[in-house]
């Protein structure tokens, strides 16, 4: 059964409460059994008569809701402990925190703002006074154009803990993000580049992994403009190769041109079989095992 809290005026818990609900312990009329639910049973903690704030021992009420013919003759537990404290209310600055970045190749503005820049705080004294900022927190992480998010708030304490048993007002924010392709960033697939061969009786199957399968360019623009739309590994030598293998490898820039992040490798994974061929043979004998030679 849920726990009722009649609480004075201009006050609030100041700690939410371990357990919001007890065990009542009814006896009712056999008519009435089935007619009773959970709902019909009202426990009340009344601390109306406190007037400061302060930890209080309260013991629980209880009733069972008319017109049943029902009456609650145990609680368990029968008492709560509760922190009261006054309610207060001040203005907290909203702070936009990216917790993920755009993919490589993309940015946003430094000064990112949402609809509201401050917000209402609402709670006890104690709980109020631990909020040191509210966080509007973007995951940006899959983002390649401008975004509109509605993002809900966090209470932040001093330390980075996530501030609790506070109301906001408004609990949530709209953020527009204006993403945009960085003008000195580019994105360019790899392929391999192959030389020598498997001896004879081998061959390439084909790539099973190329990891990563593109890399991110800055530097020259002139330099990466003349590229075909590419960007080549360091040649990975197949001669006496007769099986499967994992090389890592750089890859093969021009000059002014380099990755992002720097001396980015590439891991390449080549399927080598051996070949399989076919031959027809005629006028082959066949032998007949297994049977009883006298049937």
Avoid at 63 to 77: F, I, N, Q, T, Y
Avoid at 200 to 206: A, F, H, K, S, T
Wanted: proline share 8%.
């Amino acid at each position: 059964v849920q726990v009722r809290l009649e609480l004075p005026e201009g006050y609030v818990l100041a700690r939410a409460l371990d357990t919001a609900s007890v065990t009542a312990v009814v006896r009712a009329e056999r008519s009435q059994w089935d007619l009773l639910t959970a709902s019909d049973i009202l426990v009340t903690a009344n601390l109306r008569s406190f007037k400061e704030p302060g930890e209080y021992r309260v013991e629980l009420q209880a009733e069972v809701a008319s017109p049943l013919h029902a009456r609650v003759v145990a609680l368990r537990p029968s008492t709560l402990t509760l922190s009261i404290d006054r309610e207060v209310e001040r203005r907290v600055a909203v702070q936009v925190v990216v917790t993920r970045d755009p993919p490589l190749g993309y940015t946003y503005p430094a000064d990112l703002a949402c609809d509201f820049s401050e917000v209402v705080i609402r709670g006890s004294a104690e709980r109020v006074r631990e909020v040191a900022r509210v966080e509007a927190r973007l995951n940006l992480a899959d983002e390649l154009n401008p975004v509109t998010k509605i993002v809900s708030l966090t209470p932040v304490q001093e330390d980075g803990v996530r501030a609790r048993d506070v109301e906001m007002e408004p609990s949530s924010v709209t953020c527009l993000v204006d993403i945009q392709p960085r003008e000195d960033i580019f994105q360019m697939p790899v392929q391999p580049k192959i030389v020598g061969n498997p001896p004879p009786g081998y061959n390439v199957v084909r790539y099973s992994a190329i990891e990563p399968d593109t890399v991110v360019l800055t530097g020259d623009l002139a330099a990466i403009r003349e590229m075909p739309g590419l960007v080549r590994t360091a040649p990975i030598d197949l001669t006496n190769r007769t099986e499967t293998f994992t090389t890592e490898v750089t890859v093969d820039l021009p000059a002014g041109v380099t990755t992002v992040p720097e001396n980015q490798t590439v891991k390449v994974t080549i399927v080598i079989e051996p070949q399989i061929s076919t031959r027809q043979f005629e006028d082959v004998p066949v032998e007949v095992t297994g049977l009883d030679p006298t049937q």
